[in-house]
């Protein structure tokens, strides 16, 4: 549709601010997800009709919601399917006479933390509570999810109409968890945000540009959630993923090659991120109850510091990996302690944490742990050893950019 | 002496029989004075495993998944939605070494 006019405009801009919002609360009073999106769409073409005679209303998302209840509560009788859902009918019909139940502010506020606490509820499948909270809470199309996540698009709607089936059929509440649910609960929003960032940030394959709006669109779901609650570890992850994004400039090269983090040009480096993670963090570290989540940020914030990588401060980053490790003990963590003991104390110790993991029989089929190994192999001067870690990398790994980066560093050792 | 009898059915054969059916069935158990309870459940897709490990509930989508587990028991319970039944399912004792498969009732369609 053209958008010259300005009241298409209007519809659009407010689409855009508050479809998800007005989606929230219609889940709430209507019961259903499928419903709701129905009466969504039914509302926004009604305001395309509406709107260019009547003007636009001096509040759009009241006007939308109650049009949009409206709406369905009609198409629900006049289908007659009012039997099968009568729940959602006499939730429905309590919602027109009770106006004040979503005309305030706090309880549409409210509305969203619901969705995104429902999209995220341990009962779904890890790939569906993602696809649901993208689609749902970030207003993504299928189609979108389906390209980012490279899924074939039936498979990914799929995933959506069974988590909303499961949603209806097992009856997963729609409400923010109690105080005591609310640290367990909130573990498995940030781990879906945090796997969408991840998802973005490692442009392992596909396009480029679909994966950074991946990576994009996790920091705004991490904002919206630091909005609405604004928890410690909530303020730590968006604070970790605004400091690795702060690097994504620097990180590859024109022409699409790893640079690892010492190598980086540190000028590239987003200071406006940088300066909002570390202030994030400074203020979730000074609250109680922060977690890995935190820790890991204050950790990217050391490096972020650095105005060189000569000048990073190793004993700090060992110090705060050590306080990771009593928060969330995990090989991976202990190899990164290990690269940073190395940096610290020289390539000799690190390797001997490195070899303790491996003979443990942990991270075998970790690339990383490898590569890593082979970094501070070569760094000894054990040309042999650091071969053949260098080629036991290779072997695992299957990122394009990462392959040709173990294989320049490979060739640099003839 | 109560017996447990467990229905099992390939998931396209679920609507194979019309619930009208076991209904009518239930009913004449009933009226014998040999039915103690019977439900019909929704499909395996609505599960949750619910499992306590070191005193921390561990919830997961979908059915439980260890072949060694066998069916040991039942508890038939009444509870306003998911996360009260998963709440009451964690305090069931056995979650701490095997796992609570909770599966939502479903209403007998008799139309």
């Given at each position: 549709m053209p958008v010259t006019d300005p009241v298409h405009?209007?519809?659009?801009?407010?689409?855009?601010?508050?479809s998800r919002r007005v989606l929230a609360t219609l889940i709430r009073l209507l019961g259903d997800f499928d419903v709701a999106e129905e009466a969504l769409h039914d509302a926004f073409r009604a305001a395309l009709e509406q709107?260019?005679?009547?003007?636009?209303?001096?509040?759009?998302?009241?006007?939308?919601?109650?049009?949009?209840?409206?709406?369905?509560?009609?198409?629900?009788?006049?289908?007659?399917?009012?039997?099968?859902?009568?729940?959602?009918?006499?939730?429905?019909?309590?919602?027109?006479?009770?106006?004040?139940?979503?005309?305030?502010?706090?309880?549409?506020?409210d509305d969203r933390l619901r969705l995104i606490f429902t999209c995220c509820h341990p009962a779904l499948a890890p790939d569906a509570q993602v696809a649901l909270t993208l689609r749902e809470v970030c207003g993504l199309t299928t189609e979108e999810i389906a390209q980012a996540?490279?899924?074939?698009?039936?498979?990914?709607?799929?995933?959506?109409?069974?988590?909303k089936a499961k949603i209806r059929d097992a009856r997963i509440p729609y409400e923010v968890p109690t105080r005591a649910a609310l640290p367990e609960r909130l573990d498995a929003v940030l781990r879906v945000i945090y796997l969408v960032f991840n998802e973005g940030y490692a442009a392992s394959s596909g396009t480029l540009?679909?994966?950074?709006?991946?990576?994009?669109?996790?920091?705004?779901?991490?904002?919206?959630?630091?909005?609405?609650?604004?928890?410690?570890?909530?303020?730590?992850?968006?604070?970790?993923?605004?400091?690795?994004?702060?690097?994504?400039?620097?990180?590859?090269?024109?022409?699409?090659d790893v640079i690892l983090l010492d190598d980086q040009d540190r000028s590239l480096w987003n200071r406006d991120q940088i300066a909002e993670g570390t202030r994030l963090v400074e203020g979730a570290l000074a609250s109680r109850g922060f977690g890995p989540y935190t820790i890991q940020a204050a950790i990217a914030a050391v490096h972020a510091d650095a105005s060189t990588a000569a000048a990073t401060d190793w004993a700090e980053i060992v110090g705060l990996y050590d306080v990771l490790l009593r928060a969330d003990a995990s090989p991976v963590i202990e190899l990164n302690r290990a690269v940073a003991v190395a940096m610290r104390d020289g390539p000799?110790?690190?390797?001997?944490?490195?070899?303790?993991?491996?003979?443990?029989?942990?991270?075998?089929?970790?690339?990383?742990?490898?590569?890593?190994?082979?970094?501070?192999?070569?760094?000894?001067?054990?040309?042999?050893?650091a071969r053949a870690s260098?080629?036991?990398?290779?072997?695992?790994?299957?990122?394009?950019?990462?392959?040709?980066?173990?294989?320049?560093?490979?060739?640099?050792?003839l | 002496?109560?017996?447990?009898?467990?229905?099992?059915?390939?998931?396209?054969?679920?609507?194979?029989?019309?619930?009208?059916?076991?209904?009518?069935?239930?009913?004449?158990?009933?009226?014998?004075?040999?039915?103690?309870?019977?439900?019909?459940?929704?499909?395996?897709?609505?599960?949750?495993?619910?499992?306590?490990?070191?005193?921390?509930?561990?919830?997961?989508?979908?059915?439980?998944?260890?072949?060694?587990?066998?069916?040991a028991g039942f508890y038939l319970i009444e509870a306003r939605d998911l996360n009260d039944a998963i709440q009451v399912a964690s305090k069931i004792p056995p979650a701490r070494e095997g796992s609570i498969e909770v599966r939502p009732v479903r209403q007998l369609d008799l139309q």
């Open positions: 405009e209007a519809v659009n801009a407010v689409y855009l601010s508050d709107w260019p005679r009547d003007g636009v209303p001096t509040n759009p998302r009241a006007w939308l919601v109650s049009t949009g209840r409206f709406k369905a509560i009609d198409s629900l009788r006049r289908r007659s399917r009012f039997d099968a859902l009568d729940e959602a009918g006499d939730q429905a019909e309590i919602a027109v006479v009770d106006t004040a139940a979503w005309a305030d502010e706090e309880s549409v506020e996540f490279l899924t074939p698009a039936p498979t990914l709607a799929q995933r959506i109409v069974r988590a540009v679909t994966r950074h709006d991946l990576s994009a669109e996790a920091i705004r779901l991490g904002r919206l959630l630091v909005d609405l609650l604004p928890e410690p570890e909530a303020r730590g992850l968006l604070a970790l993923m605004l400091l690795h994004e702060s690097r994504r400039a620097a990180r590859t090269s024109a022409s699409g000799a110790a690190g390797l001997a944490l490195i070899d303790a993991i491996l003979q443990r029989g942990d991270l075998l089929d970790y690339r990383l742990a490898h590569a890593a190994r082979a970094e501070l192999c070569r760094r000894l001067g054990r040309t042999v050893d260098y080629e036991r990398a290779l072997a695992l790994a299957r990122q394009e950019p990462e392959r040709r980066l173990l294989e320049r560093r490979l060739a640099e050792l | 002496m109560k017996y447990l009898c467990l229905v099992y059915l390939e998931e396209e054969k679920l609507r194979a029989v019309p619930d009208r059916e076991c209904m009518a069935c239930g009913d004449g158990f009933r009226k014998s004075g040999l039915l103690v309870a019977a439900e019909a459940l929704q499909p395996v897709e609505t599960a949750t495993t619910v499992r306590v490990r070191n005193g921390k509930v561990s919830i997961t989508d979908g059915p439980f998944a260890e072949t060694k587990e066998q069916l």
